[in-house]
């Protein structure tokens, strides 16, 4: 049995390339090429692709459809008419009408289970291996192959239990499945490193894993309730996790909010753990910079033809949320996460490659920027100017974003709907669009005070609650920072939740816990609860179909 999980594990083996402990680079190769390897070696090259599936599973067009297209956040129409379409699928996706042959729903439950499977390949094998850190790597395996279990869990209401890789997984729901992802937490947590940095898990990652599964336990017990009840014993524990990562001196809530989302986000203290996608990994390949901006927008004057799709838009609804928190001050002057402009028109019409820097955070009206190829001016500086929808071949209609933004035509086209750049648009990519070095986030110290507030809301401490949702406010000090609010409700606390975290794929998750997610917004009146779950592919239950019940389709679909 050893030899054969042996074999499995040179299937994903990488050789490893280590700068410093916290960089684990996978290069794949076969059985054959791995004799020869120290110990220290594939014992990395056995870790590695267990984190190295992440980087998949958050794509634009996988987990972030899930989480944030199925929400009051986001929408994407059929731009154009062109682009987009997809047979239908961020339609269907928006609407609550997704079914389950839908490509990105298959293609993020594949890339979970992949993950899941590369961790019990390490599980099974780093045991036999004698290189110091192999214990430390069984225990980052255990508790990675727990959050791939709280990913099945959140979005198709089941996970998967298995020790060899040659067994059928036995499949558990409910409070058997929180039971089962808590235990494989807390055995682990004692053994993790918290020095390695936020692309592995540590004992903070641990404690906000915990912190989040107990905070949805509700959901997770019963996803259909009309009403979740929120034990108090669980709130308690959301509490003391919070407390611990908060304690431990660790992690700071940085000063400036859009730092968190740049190139070299690795280092900022506010992560405690994420999808680790630095250049010299080789790995990164995520496109949430560019997913948003317009196709005539190019932001790098390094690659002057790396230019955006016009994508994912945030809806009317959401815009409104900050309009009326703030008005009749404009959200942008009130809030310093809304928006961060870098560019000033028209001072800044002829700038120097080094100073062109693109604004940030929710985009709107009309857009300037560099052109296609980087036009100059007679100084050889970048010319900005105005944009124009040029490579849609529409040059007279202007880059210019609006607040309506739906799936009628008009409502379709390529300049339709507020956008956002929170991410930045990766100044060290290799080809500019397609690239992002910035690691995306899981886990930030701020979403750690915004769940230490709700659970504290949900026992009766309001002014506890406010505390915390205040102190997340002031933080951002780089310029005038939020003002802080007078009271907090849960209505109030979901809405800051949009402001702190709008674009990082937890709005789903926040939106059935609070109640909100059978509600109507753009284009959107499906009120079915059923569609709390996705549907599980239909390629995977023809794949169990030699097993009698073995996996039946969630309700609904």
Known sequence: MTKKIIGLALIFVSLIIINSCTKLNEKVLDESSV?????????????????????????????????????????????????????????????HETISSDANVRSTWTNILTGMSRAVTAINTLPNNTDINAKVFVAEARGMRAYYSM????????????EDPLETSKILRGEEAIAYIKSELLAVEPLLDNTTGPGRLTKGAVWGLLTRLYLNAAVYRDVYAPSFTFKSEDMDKVIEYCDKIISSGQYVLAPDYFSIFS?????????????????????????????SLSGDQYPLAAWPTANGTDGAAITPDFYRTWVNAYSPIDPAAADPRFYKKNLVIPADSCLPAASYAVDRGILRGQQYGMLLNGVKCSNGNIKITKLFNISRKQPNLPVDFTEQVDFTVAGSNYSTGYRVEKYEFSKTS??????????????RLADIYLMRAEAKLRKGDAAGALADVNRVR??????????????????????????????????????????????TWTEKTNTDVKKRLFPIPQTAIDAGSNIPGYLAQNPGY
């Open 35 to 95: 004799a020869g390897l120290t110990d220290k070696q594939q014992a990395e090259g056995i870790i590695a692709p267990v984190y190295a599936k992440l980087e998949d599973v958050f794509l634009h067009t996988t987990y972030f459809d899930l989480q944030e297209i199925s929400t009051d956040e986001a929408i994407l129409p059929f731009r154009g008419g062109t682009d987009w379409g997809d047979n239908g699928i961020y339609v269907q996706m928006h609407k």
């Open 151 to 162: 990913l099945t869990l959140d979005l198709f209401g089941l996970i998967f239990v298995k």
């Open 263 to 291: 190139d070299n986000n690795h280092t900022n203290k506010e992560l405690i753990f994420a999808v680790d996608q630095r250049a010299d990994l080789g790995t990164g390949h995520n496109r949430l910079a560019y997913f």
């Open 430 to 443: 290799q080809s500019g669009r397609n690239f992002g070095e910035h690691d995306i986030i899981i886990l």
């Open 474 to 519: 002031a933080a951002r000090t780089l310029t005038t920072p939020a003002p802080p609010l007078a009271a907090i409700t849960l209505d109030l606390l979901f809405r800051e939740r949009g402001f702190e975290l709008y674009w990082e794929m937890v709005r789903r998750p926040d939106m059935i816990r609070f109640g909100k997610y059978e509600g």
